[in-house]
């Protein structure tokens, strides 16, 4: 009998696994080329696709750690949101997960000190970055491939892509109808160019790698500015407060609920 458990419990094991892990091959894997350079994407089109329907865009920006150039790991966080079948059924929309490249990042910003006392700094108007570049491109591309809602197009990001949210949004005031950056951050001196559409920032108190104060200090300076903004802090928690924002039940709702 005993026998019979010990090869029983590994066959177990990894069904378990099998069975929860996440079948993300309903994002399409693609390509954007532009000037020789590549933006590997991967888009989920709304369930009885209709070509010549409009649909609401939500683009989403990962953090450094799924950068690179296999076309999966920034699907890491966030993808499975986008997968359940209720909010796929109540909220049909175009989803596009880009990958940055190794060496570059949504937007510059450099750091002064060593964790867990460093400094981020944040500039008013920096050069874009070469994934930036091809980011800009990708959206002009999906626009021209796909019947798109241009008063719904919406961008969210975490880390890394939540201080590109900010970016984004910087250098195309007038794209977008809302934006969720999560532990991110900015120069609050961009707050003038961030009033054409509604926010909702997500941070933990207890993040270490990027300081609340990062958003913090954005959301103060948007409000003085009277932008429409909301601010969820999570107490006690770390970076990884996309788990938080992720599972709160009205972000979809408020996202596309959202129009210019």
């Known amino acids: 009998m005993k026998s019979y458990v010990t090869l029983f419990l590994p066959l177990l094991l990894l069904f378990g696994t ?15 080329v532009a000037a020789g350079k590549t933006l590997p994407y991967r888009i989920l089109l709304p369930q009885n696709f209709q070509s010549n329907k409009r649909y609401p865009v939500v683009l989403f920006l990962h953090g450094s750690g799924e950068r690179g150039y296999d076309n999966q790991a920034q699907l ?30 949504w937007s510059k ?37 796909y019947k798109v809602d241009k008063r719904r197009i919406y961008v969210g990001g975490l880390s890394m892509g939540g201080f590109g949210t900010f970016e984004l949004v910087r ?9 969720f950056p999560i532990c991110g951050g900015a120069n609050p001196r961009i707050s003038d160019q961030l009033k054409k559409l509604d926010w909702w ?19 103060e300076a948007m409000k003085e500015k ?3 903004v909301k601010y969820s802090v999570y107490p006690g ?12 039940p009205e972000l979809l709702p408020w996202l596309f609920s959202k129009s210019k």
């Not at 099998?18 to 954007?32: G, H, L, N, P, R």
């Not at 109540?90 to 490249?101: D, E, G, H, M, R």
């Not at 867990?116 to 920096?126: L, T």
């Not at 920032?201 to 959301?219: I, N």
């Open 18 to 32: 099998m069975t929860s892990a996440q079948d993300f091959t309903k994002y399409e894997k693609k390509e954007f």
């Open 76 to 105: 890491t966080h966030g993808a499975s949101l986008f997968l359940k079948e209720k909010l796929r059924e109540k909220y049909p929309a175009i989803v596009v997960f880009p990958q940055c490249s190794v060496n570059s990042s």
């Open 109 to 145: 910003i450099d750091v002064n000190g060593d964790f867990p006392n460093r400094e981020f700094i944040f500039y008013e108007d920096a050069e874009p970055t070469s994934d930036m570049i091809l980011l800009e491109g990708l959206l002009k591309q999906i626009g021209k491939t």
């Open 171 to 179: 250098r195309n005031p007038k794209l977008f109808a809302a934006a």
């Open 201 to 219: 920032v997500f941070h933990g108190a207890a993040d270490k790698v990027v300081p609340e104060k990062c958003s913090g200090q954005m959301v």
């Open 226 to 228: 009277g932008i429409n």
């Open 237 to 248: 928690v770390g970076h990884n407060s996309w788990d938080n924002a992720f599972a709160e």
